[in-house]
């Protein structure tokens, strides 16, 4: 079909040479072709086969399950009595995870963004929580947090800032934030490394004229810094929001879902449906109507983001 | 600029190093059953603790089977339970199952209706295994007359006690009754310590409940006349009620105080752990925890063991463990064999002494002795396909200690779940 | 900043409490690992916990490098990591060129759009599928399974932040090359590359973490100890009715020790490749 423009430079010219464009087209093919067939083996195939299973009857254990469902997969995944609860729940951990990790690494940006002795060592400190794996996170967490021997309580009863031990994975209402504390914990450095890399791309002698015009360091904050930082954090808090709303090991390992759903989310459920109920139908079509969702998410980033670089 | 193609081209050498490694290991273990055509390699997955005793001892037994048949390989690999349910699950809807592992029974009906376990009645009546194992141990592997495991560890659970606490608490007569275990509820306001421990989330919370419900005369599925299974709660009032009665129970003990408020989140972990650590008195439980004795030797030096209690009739869990050869294994002799030796006296004396199925193979230990005494009263789950019937009976504890539901509301509940899980596996009864 | 001297040691103390603060919360666990793994098991079951040990034992991490297949999983981790850090390079680096300088092809425009959405799917959706196909192509249990997978998902983003960074390449630098006769492959080998070395460490580092702390498809697919990565590993310490948290500590400290130390020995790269151009999106 199309040849690459090696010819033989004696031979018919312009039979085999192709356009500048044409050239450059297969070039970028070419370039972008094993990425393209590791994304379209190992996630396109796999996901149309979940998009499609969402229409059908799928058991994993009882082969008699099997037809076209029609709508039924999503109507029972609606009706679940766990559902609304989940979604709830969703959006609580998405929101206030992303909101911590971005006003916390925004704060430890700022300071790792200052010029004082020693900040190459808090700058590996720092970034350990994200290097930790997450089950290892999620168990050392969960042995901290017990209330009968666990470190947490045992140091907030001595320090006084509580009376008695709280069992804080396994009542209901402090579940699901106790999680987002952790999340909070293992996630914020990646925002601290990202706001920090695009601080200290901010030129200096920016900050320098508005404090020499007399702008004290809160307003300098807002007025300058953070307006610098606007695409790096549009487009860190867009993908943590999708990270965290589709994570699902980190809240398997510490709490299941527990205690008695407070903390299930609509990946845990999707797991539920597919590993205990065996019920591969509803599974998917859960899975695809979250995905309907990150698209829509995505699409509106996009439009944004059209917008602000036409902007500029 | 020659030094930066060095860089590279090493990091592709060493990449290419590293895949032909990793190449050649790989596909040398695949091959290897098929070359070696005289040798017989057996898939075994396990489920000990890497480092324990049964590990070491297990391993030992496999090196004698292995000399004692020179053509046979035992090829085991390590996971968890947890983790070997869910693969065995995926792996059989792949078809690529090993050829036999250790199980929990509450895989039986499940593996049994899926058809992933090869039929062992000939093997099993033809060996010595028929007189040497408890009957109604073999009874929880047989389903419908067709053997479908060999067991290899038996445990019962039994009501652990500190000795120490109650009888400083001033509690002489050991709770054998629901009744009795409900008059303790101002131990705690004297001694500080709860007399009591359940757990309401984890796999061992259905199993503590099936004990209960079992000592007050209710099954949670049982077998109609075509062979399948059903709830029967909501069709007889009586039996209802006695449903909500059970639930009720953990109300009362969670209300007078009697265990710890916390307990409504604890798992088979908390339990276990805080019992060693005297922080209540009596837990019904298993006799995993002579390892304790190691851990805690202090706090657990007083530790006597009775029946758990009951409100009707004496019941208590009866946790058989069996192997499972897989249909898809290509050396069923060879399996059954290895199976057969797993489940023999030699094996059980030198790995599971304390636990066996055996009738042949018990210690005078308290551990094995006072344990196995209860025996007799023991119930295990129906060969059904258990997934969604344990997650059931975990949440209808969650709707009673989290959410505060009434127990006869949950009781109706969990009869529907039940039904409705059976349904979905196609094993409900239409009588 | 223009401020006077007493401002400047007020903020310093300022600074210096808040970092200390937040480091203590970030090292908190890690301190927690490392003082169970240190503790003999009575010390660890016990109803009142203590930072302070009465009998430092070492007897866990022995148990866990010598008695156990650790040293294995740490063998299979490394395979798999680096040789997915080495992939991922290879082909991030050429998708990221394509996507930084054909941007306006339409193809190059709905690649890009592919590999965002992509990010979008969770995990847990791809679990049984993947499996199947797997097994199909019979590479379970094998270090292609594991190569594959994290490959693909590591991926995008690894694109994204090489493309970020080749957009401030200045192309001037290519054309220049080009007009000498340069092919395309040649001029990303020699222009392009050496200028990007940070960013190429840190889009290495990080597809090297995510390789070596994945669970999930670690778990599904291997079961064979002999292919078995450090984090699915550290499972196998929750026994049936007791858990092994020496054991499991212990482990875990070992798992994150090659990554803190790979960390902190290109930390400066890291953040240099941030810097650059790496998270505009």
Known sequence: MLLKGKTNKNNSIKHMKLTRTQREKVTALLLVLPALVFLIGLIAYPLIQVLFDGFQFKNLVNVNVSGFAGLDNFKEVILNEHFFKALKNTIIWTVFSVLGEYILGMFTAILLNQKVKGIGIFRVLVIIPWLVPIIVAGMTWSWMLNPDYGIVNFLMIKTGIIETAIYWLGEQNTALFTIVIVNIWRSFPFFTISILAALQAIPFDISEAASIDGAGIISRFFKITLPQLKSVSIALITIHVIWTAINFDFIWIMTQGGPYYSTETLPLMIYRYAMKEYNIGAASALASMIMMVMTVIFVFYYAQKSKMESND | MIKKKFIVLMSVAIAACLTFSACSTGKNSSKSKENDTSKVTLDYWVCWSPGSDTEKNSKAMFAKYESEHPNVKIKYSLITYDMAHDKLVTAASAKNTPDMSWALPEWIGEFNNMGMLSDLTDYYNKSELKSAIYPNVMDTMTVKDKVIGLPYQLTIRALLVHKSLTDAAGINNIPATFEDMLKLGDIYKKTEKYPFGFCATSVRTPQELIGYLASNGLEIATEMKDGKYKNTWKDDPAQLAKAAEVFQYYKDLTKKGIVSPNTKAWGWEDEDTNFATGQYMMEVTGNWMSERETTNPKEMSDVAITAPPYKEIPATYMETNPTFIYTSTEHPKEAFDFAAFISGKEYQQAVFPVTSPRTDVVSDVKWSKDFMNIAKTGISFPPVTLGGITTAMTDSLGKTLQNNEEPSTVAAWLSDEINESLKQSGEYSEK | ?281
């Open chain 3, 1 to 281: 900043m223009i401020c006077s001297k007493k401002q400047k040691i007020t903020m310093n103390i300022i600074i210096y409490v808040s970092l200390i603060t937040i480091s203590i919360f970030c090292l908190l666990p890690f301190l927690w690992m490392l003082i169970t793994a240190l503790k003999p098991d009575i010390e660890i079951r016990t109803a009142t916990p203590s930072f302070f040990i009465n009998n430092i034992t070492f007897d866990n991490f022995k148990k866990v490098l010598f008695d156990t297949g650790f040293l294995g999983f740490m063998k299979n981790s490394l395979v798999v990591s680096l040789i997915v850090t080495i992939i991922s390079l290879a082909i991030s680096i050429l998708a990221g060129y394509a996507l930084s300088r054909y941007k306006n092809l339409k193809g190059i425009k709905v690649t890009n759009m592919g590999m965002l959405i992509s990010q979008m799917i969770p995990g847990v959706l791809l679990l049984v599928p993947l499996y199947i196909i797997m097994q199909k192509a019979e590479l379970l249990n094998t270090y292609y399974s594991l190569i594959l997978a994290y490959t693909t998902f590591v991926i995008p983003l690894s694109t994204f932040m090489l493309k970020g960074f080749f957009d401030t390449i200045p192309f001037s630098l290519e054309e220049a090359a080009e007009m000498d006769g340069c092919g395309k492959l040649k001029t990303i080998f020699s222009i392009i590359l050496p200028l990007s070395i940070p960013s190429l460490i840190s889009t290495g580092l990080f597809a090297f973490l995510n390789a070596w702390n994945e669970f999930m498809f670690g778990y599904i697919f291997i079961s064979d100890d002999s292919f078995r990565t450090v984090t699915p590993a550290i499972m196998l310490f929750q026994g049936a009715h007791t858990t092994d948290w020496g054991g499991l500590m212990a482990t875990s400290v070992l798992a994150v020790l090659p990554v803190t130390i790979i960390f902190l020995f290109l930390q400066k790269y890291f953040i240099a490749g941030l810097t650059d151009g790496g998270v505009k999106g």
